[in-house]
């Protein structure tokens, strides 16, 4: 996921998404310590992924917070 995707979700759309990102980060983890991950980067991808995303929620409070 690129930034300038996360400016596409809506307010609701980018809960929705960090919680589902943050629920396959935890089955990755799990899965890395009871079995073989295929791709290891993947752990590394949603961590970025949902830092995007909640970067992108503080910046809209703050925007919404200036006014």
Same mark, same amino acid.
């Given at each position: 996921?690129?930034?300038?995707?996360?400016?596409?979700? *809506?307010? &609701?759309?980018? #809960?929705?998404?960090?919680?589902?990102? %943050?629920?396959?980060?935890?089955? !990755?983890?799990? $899965?890395?310590?009871?079995? *073989?991950? &295929?791709?290891? #980067?993947?752990?590394?991808?949603?961590? %970025?992924?949902?830092?995007?995303? !909640?970067?992108? $929620?503080?910046?809209?409070?703050?925007? &919404?917070?200036? #006014?």
């Amino acid at each position: 996921m690129k930034a300038n995707e996360t400016h596409k979700f *809506k307010d &609701e759309e980018l #809960k929705v998404e960090v919680a589902r990102l %943050r629920k396959s980060h935890y089955e !990755l983890r799990t $899965q890395a310590v009871t079995e *073989k991950l &295929e791709n290891p #980067k993947q752990l590394g991808d949603i961590r %970025r992924d949902i830092a995007r995303l !909640l970067t992108e $929620q503080r910046a809209r409070q703050l925007r &919404e917070a200036s #006014k």
